[in-house]
């Protein structure tokens, strides 16, 4: 059986870090890509041989038909996770249209042009699967991140339009909304706030944050048969946080 090979943007911590290691440890050859040279080969090296680290800034979009190329080179690309993505807490009246553009340009052009290249590397060698990464800002209203609630916004439904239009090809294309889920970065936010934190916890049912872990098992089950018969959806992976009240 052929070795499935994966591409994980962002892949060098957090979210993208654990559903690359998830991968990795059942087998999966993953691309890590990661603009931080020795950010990305550290965690390559800390996930195992499965994990080759690619250095590449995707805003560079037009270097990026000639990077899927080269990894295709030597077989099929059978997964894509969208992972990398920025983010800009600013009041709505501070924001520039540069600040919006940046966002954009990273979340969603990015986003665009690597899964239309590898869909083209999919589409030759019968199919495969695709995993956007959403977020609670596209699920319901939050302040001050209004460029990055667009940004997520759009990959939602370009989750379903492109389910549509690439059933034909074999090309499954899903979506995993997190919610607020346990990493450096989201620890350091909520312990800074404490009254962001409780508003958090109080709107979640499960009432704790989640693992990465959980972010990488939905994942996984949407890059394998498991999920076969699933494409265009939106998974909520949030302890019931989008429904909470």
Do not use: W
């Amino acid at each position: 059986m052929n070795t499935k090979r994966a591409i994980v943007t962002g892949g060098n911590s957090g979210l993208g870090f654990a559903t690359a290691k998830k991968f990795c440890d059942n087998g999966i050859k993953t691309f890590i890509i990661g603009r931080t040279k020795e950010k990305t080969e550290d965690a390559c090296a800390e996930i195992g041989p499965n994990a080759i680290p690619v250095i590449f800034d995707l805003n560079n979009l037009d270097a990026i038909p000639a990077m899927i190329t080269d990894l295709a080179k030597d077989g099929n690309i059978d997964i894509l996770v969208n992972n990398a993505g920025i983010n800009l807490k600013k009041d709505f009246l501070e924001v520039t249209d540069a600040d919006f553009e940046s966002i954009i340009h990273t979340n969603v052009k990015s986003v665009f042009a690597v899964s239309r290249e590898v869909v083209k590397v999919m589409k030759n060698n019968g199919g495969g699967s695709i995993i956007n990464i959403s977020s609670m800002a596209s699920q319901y209203g939050i302040p001050r991140v209004i460029a990055y609630s667009a940004s997520k916004g759009a990959i939602e439904i370009m989750t379903r339009a492109m389910a549509v239009e690439l059933a034909q090809f074999g090309v499954r294309v899903n979506c995993i909304a997190p919610g607020f889920i346990k990493t450096k970065m989201s620890a350091k936010a909520l312990d800074s706030d404490p009254e962001r934190k409780n508003k958090v916890l109080g709107r979640t049912p499960m009432g704790t944050l989640g693992e990465p872990d959980d972010i990488a098992d939905a994942a996984y089950y949407f890059a394998t048969s498991e999920s076969k018969y699933v494409t265009g959806t939106v998974l909520p992976v949030d302890g019931g946080n989008s429904i909470g009240f």
